[in-house]
């Protein structure tokens, strides 16, 4: 019997380091900070402002497969086309509920396999950022499967640029929709001015994990997001409640398998917000030398979308099940 250490995932082993340590990431994010404010750009920067990390995202961009910076490069020539000319007659909808439920219809006609809206929150943009826009259409784009099946690794982290490039496709498809029925609309897919997961969380797309990513009902773990921001009135899904929770505070299976030991069995306060966290000096490194690291969300209980709608219904009728009566 072999004695040695397992090959897979790869280790946190590490072919390079700062020579002169930025700071750290965790407090450039604000933990342990008890009052709110909005956040900083730290990682896969807009260039709106200097980053402290950028040698190591200048250094992921050396090193990764020759097909993932073409899928990468393709996606920011798209981006041009992210914004442009408004049409000057604007169709209005008999109400903010008919104009969101038409712009779900075309989003999933474009490729959406989730959509919501939701409102634009100071929380959803960076602080070197003002938008305007107050709706948010919010997209999401499941893995395939059979890309991510030996996460972390090349085939992985292609697969995943593969669905980065289908949800900002869908996006930019949506905004110039929306902008031809006369509403001002501005796609972002694999953006550095909006966070996606706040808009999504707000737009009803799924709940927080302990593990810092998306959980949806509908797909799963395993997905991508990107948005529309726009001036036509939406009525706004909102945040929901799908049992993550419920789960997650007792679940250890991301914490345990987590390569790095990046995520946290407790929540912890991030910019006046107490909510999960996964710790960026030790994920970010092992995410460039794995090519875009999503180990923590292929093994998660809610992965498989069919299976996350099965545990949503579980946690739920649990919860709602009448607590027994003390002994006496």
Request: with cysteine; net charge positive.
């Amino acid at each position: 019997m072999s004695t040695s250490a397992p090959s897979w995932p790869p280790p946190p082993v590490y072919a390079f380091a700062y020579g002169s340590a930025p700071p750290s990431g965790n407090a450039i994010n604000g933990l342990g900070e008890t009052k709110w404010r909005r956040a900083r750009e730290l990682f896969h920067g807009s260039g709106a402002r200097p980053l402290e990390w950028e040698a190591l995202q200048s250094y992921f961009g050396m090193i990764v497969p020759l097909r993932l910076l073409l899928l990468w490069m393709s996606i920011r020539w798209a981006a041009r086309n992210s914004n442009g000319t408004v049409a000057k007659r604007k169709r209005v909808f008999a109400s903010p509920a008919d104009a969101a439920a038409h712009v779900k219809d075309v989003a999933r006609l474009f490729g959406a396999e989730q959509v919501g809206t939701g409102a634009v929150t100071e929380d959803c943009v960076y602080d070197s950022f003002t938008i305007t826009l107050p709706h948010a259409a919010v997209v999401a784009v499941a893995h395939d499967p059979r890309d991510m099946r030996s996460s972390p690794d090349r085939a992985s982290g292609i697969g995943t640029m593969r669905a980065y490039k289908k949800a900002g496709r869908a996006a930019l498809k949506l905004a110039k929709y929306i902008r031809k029925m006369g509403w001002r609309a501005i796609a972002y897919g694999q953006s550095a001015e909006v966070l996606h997961i706040p808009l999504a969380i707000n737009a009803g797309i799924g709940e927080l994990g302990k593990h810092g990513s998306l959980i949806s009902k509908e797909i799963g773990t395993s997905f991508r997001l990107a948005a529309v921001l726009t001036d036509l009135p939406l009525a706004h899904d909102g945040p929901v409640d799908i049992g993550v929770e419920d789960l997650c505070a007792t679940c250890l299976r991301c914490a345990t398998d987590c390569p790095p030991g990046a995520i946290a069995n407790e929540k912890q306060f991030v910019r006046g917000v107490e909510k999960w966290y996964v710790d960026f000096d030790k994920c970010v490194p092992y995410f460039v030398k794995t090519y875009g690291c999503g180990y923590c969300l292929e093994v998660c209980p809610w992965a498989d979308g069919g299976r996350a709608s099965w545990l949503s219904e579980r946690l739920l009728a649990k919860r709602a099940q009448p607590a027994p009566a003390p002994a006496r």
